[in-house]
């Protein structure tokens, strides 16, 4: 049964959309499914083929609002597994790590070889995947699919997590960059804030996965962590993974193949060509991995819109027990 939708109405939101956000009506955003969850129009055609989507026990995927280290942790996860042989790591993560609802995000438009395959039939590329695959997503777990929600496949999950504010600033560059959207960050804000995002409401999306972190197939990695103790997560992640511990040197060089410098110019990671493409449009497009920091939000927003996004964080963690001082970024 397909999901209930809904037009984004506000009319304030619905004109920084149409204005900023949108090309071609079927990158307009709707509302999907009782979490209202915001995604593209083209969305439609493969909600079914998604939630009925095939999933293997061996499978890993790795989870995560936009902007969260994401990338960051599909190169440790592929590395772990391979125990850090490099052998194929020069390959693209989009092809070693297909992310699971890219045809929902492309339309073909004469699309060459490569986008065909793996972005506009990503679905199709990753059924035909023999053997464990690696599957990123950017979906909500309600719109996952039905096999993960109802227990029948046991795919370990590691869902990324970040500050909301950090999410927010780096999220806002990502648009420019990655989707070529146009507005100035109080208009962006307002459209996060208000929950109409790609991939939003932000805390439905984190407390999903959140409520989930009792089960042993899923585990809850935060971005901070890995700044902090990169090691640690590693070994973390091993054991969920059911990984022997990395000997010295594995260890060494995961922490030196992962390190953002390294990746910000390893071009199986950076996303170069389409930072590249976008920049024939716009010079002044940057990087797809920026700064890889902690807290840059504090230089780029303002104090009054900080403070907008601390009354949203509480209208959204009351009552909850998600923690506060990581929720305002006061710990970090």
Request: hydrophobic share 35%; aromatic share 12%; net charge negative.
């Amino acid at each position: 049964m397909p999901l209930e939708t809904k037009e984004i109405v506000d009319p304030e939101i619905r004109a920084i959309i149409d204005t900023d956000f949108i090309d071609s009506p079927n990158e307009d955003f709707i509302l999907y499914g009782d979490e209202e969850t915001c995604l593209r129009k083209h969305f439609r055609k493969y909600e079914e083929q998604i939630d009925n989507f095939e999933l293997r026990d061996e499978d890993i995927i790795v989870a995560s609002f936009p902007k969260s280290g994401t990338t960051w942790i599909q190169e440790m996860v592929w590395l772990i597994k391979h125990r850090v042989s490099l052998t194929g790591s020069e390959i693209d993560i989009c092809e070693r790590f297909p992310m699971l609802e890219m045809c929902s995000l492309m339309e073909s438009r004469n699309a060459e070889e490569y986008v065909e395959k793996h972005f506009i039939k990503s679905l199709q590329y990753i059924d035909e995947q023999k053997g464990q695959r690696f599957i990123k997503t950017h979906l909500p777990l309600c719109l996952l699919p039905k096999q993960l929600k109802n227990g029948t496949k046991q795919p370990k999950v590691i869902y990324a997590i970040r500050n909301p504010k950090d999410v927010f600033t780096s999220y806002y560059h990502h648009g420019h960059v990655m989707h070529g959207w146009k507005p100035n960050m109080e208009d962006f804000a307002k459209v996060y804030l208000g929950d109409k995002v790609l991939f939003g409401p932000y805390w439905k999306h984190v407390f999903g996965f959140y409520n989930m972190r009792h089960l042993p197939n899923f585990l809850i990695i935060k971005y901070e962590d890995m700044k902090k103790d990169i090691t640690g997560v590693i070994e973390k992640v091993c054991h969920f993974l059911g990984e022997d511990p990395l000997t010295e040197e594995q260890l060494e060089l995961l922490r030196e193949r992962i390190d953002f410098k390294f990746m910000k110019n390893n071009r199986a990671v950076n996303y170069k060509r389409f930072v590249e493409a976008g920049r024939k449009n716009n010079p002044d497009v940057t990087d797809f991995m920026r700064s890889g920091t902690v807290g840059n939000y504090r230089e780029e927003m303002s104090d009054e819109l900080i403070s907008k996004f601390d009354e949203w964080i509480k209208r959204n963690i009351s009552n909850t027990d998600f923690d506060e001082d990581y929720a305002y970024g006061r710990s970090t």
